[in-house]
């Protein structure tokens, strides 16, 4: 999977290079991005991040659209400096004009949301419950508490969970 993408964001460099006649600075590529970001261009540390699983589920488009997404942010940054618009109009003539592609701001791909469980809380005098997530059932845990907006008893866990 990694020499793919690693082969398309050299050849975008490359492309870039032709395009403006000058050299680039060459980024380390890492794939340790989760959640809804397919990547995500670091300015100052010269570093891009890819999702590997929206690039596994989508890799044709991610291929050619994200990653010259993301090499057009690092281009811009090395072109016209720290004062310009992240989606400006720099970043547009590199995605229009080197690498031929519309200039999107946000990718289309399906997002899987993770399962997450739930930690059930009560107070007597409500008839609902009030689902922690796993974060705030550990703060409970180690002593923090959260009481009921209605009567300020304290919430307490129910020993249920449930999965959304």
């Known amino acids: 999977m990694p020499e793919q993408l690693n082969s398309r964001v050299e050849s975008c460099f490359k492309q870039a290079e032709d395009f403006f006649k000058r050299p680039f600075k060459r980024p380390v590529v890492s794939f340790k991005l989760r959640g809804q970001k397919a990547g995500v261009a670091h300015l100052h ?56 592609l519309p200039p999107h701001r946000c990718h289309t791909y399906e997002i899987k949301r993770r399962r997450a469980t739930r930690y059930i809380y009560r107070c007597p005098c409500v008839d609902s419950d009030f689902a922690f997530s796993a974060q705030r059932h550990n703060l409970v845990r180690q002593g923090r508490r959260y009481l009921c907006r209605r009567c300020r008893h304290t919430l307490e866990y129910s020993g249920e969970t449930r999965v959304e």
Do not use: C
């Not at 090499?71 to 989606?87: C, K, N, R, T, Y």
């Open 45 to 100: 540390e010269n570093l891009l991040r890819f999702n590997p699983q929206l690039y596994r589920e989508n890799a044709e488009d991610f291929l050619k659209q994200t990653v010259a997404h993301e090499v057009a942010h690092l281009v811009a940054h090395q072109l016209f400096g720290d004062s310009i618009q992240p989606h400006g109009e720099e970043w547009q003539l590199i995605m229009r004009g080197v690498y031929e």
